[in-house]
T-cell receptor, first 115, second 112 residues
Framework: EAGVAQSPRYKIIEKRQSVAFWCNPI?????LYWYQQILGQGPKLLIQ????????DSQLPKDRFSAERLKGVDSTLKIQPAKLEDSAVYLC?????????????FGPGTRLLVL | AQSVTQLDSHVSVSEGTPVLLRCNYS??????LFWYVQHPNKGLQLLLK??????LVKGINGFEAEFKKSETSFHLTKPSAHMSDAAEYFC??????????FGTGTRLQVFP
């Protein structure tokens, strides 16, 4: 089966610009996650979707970050305006209903550099 | 609250020698524990998982981990390191909300 797809793989922008990342989860996976991984740290959950509804966005900086999953399949994460400290790898993950408690499947990530 | 502590930020071994990556966890619940590996410019790959079954868990590529409740540890081991094992390894705890809490990672270097 195809894995979690993400694009773009790399993005360089200047501070105060906007950027969007796209994720397509494994087919049939209802739960989708966005993580932020700053260099030298473990991934940190930003937002979790169940189908097209938000389950947990408590760690999402809502003044500049937004995410949607309108049709319950693919998802977009946006940053507007970007700050220098947003430089990180943004990881998307998904899991199926039967995988609850058994781990998540991660995409390759989008590496963002804010100058 | 759940948390994990990876006791070593870097581990260096010679090819063919044993690998030990240490992890301690804190959890208010009976936890699920995982080890993920991240190769450069690649996504996170699940190595193995403990979900309250056998305490000795075998994973992919010859890795295994032992859940020790009395020591709140979940150390990752491999009898013989291979050059392809060089990567970043993350110990992860999950609570009953299915949220994953990652450690800060251990970078494994393997020398020929």
């Amino acid at each position: 089966e195809a894995g979690v797809a993400q694009s773009p793989r790399y993005k360089i922008i200047e501070k105060r610009q906007s950027v969007a990342f796209w994720c397509n989860p494994i087919s049939g996976h209802a739960t989708l996650y966005w993580y932020q991984q700053i260099l030298g740290q473990g991934p940190k959950l930003l937002i979790q979707f169940q189908n097209n509804g938000v389950v947990d966005d408590s760690q999402l900086p809502k003044d500049r970050f937004s995410a949607e999953r309108l049709k319950g399949v693919d998802s977009t994460l946006k940053i507007q305006p970007a700050k220098l400290e947003d430089s990180a790898v943004y990881l998307c993950a998904s899991r199926g209903y039967r995988d609850r408690g058994r781990g998540q499947y991660f995409g390759p990530g989008t590496r963002l550099l804010v100058l | 609250a759940q948390s994990v502590t990876q006791l070593d930020s870097h581990v260096s071994v010679s090819e063919g020698t044993p690998v030990l990556l240490r992890c301690n966890y804190s959890s208010s619940y009976s936890p699920s524990l995982f080890w993920y590996v991240q190769h450069p410019n690649k996504g996170l790959q699940l190595l193995l998982k403990y979900t309250s079954a056998a305490t000795l868990v075998k994973g992919i590529n010859g890795f295994e981990a032992e859940f020790k409740k009395s020591e709140t540890s979940f150390h990752l081991t491999k009898p013989s390191a291979h050059m392809s094992d060089a990567a970043e390894y993350f110990c992860v705890v999950s609570d009953n909300t299915d949220k994953l809490i990652f450690g800060t990672g251990t970078r494994l270097q393997v020398f020929p």
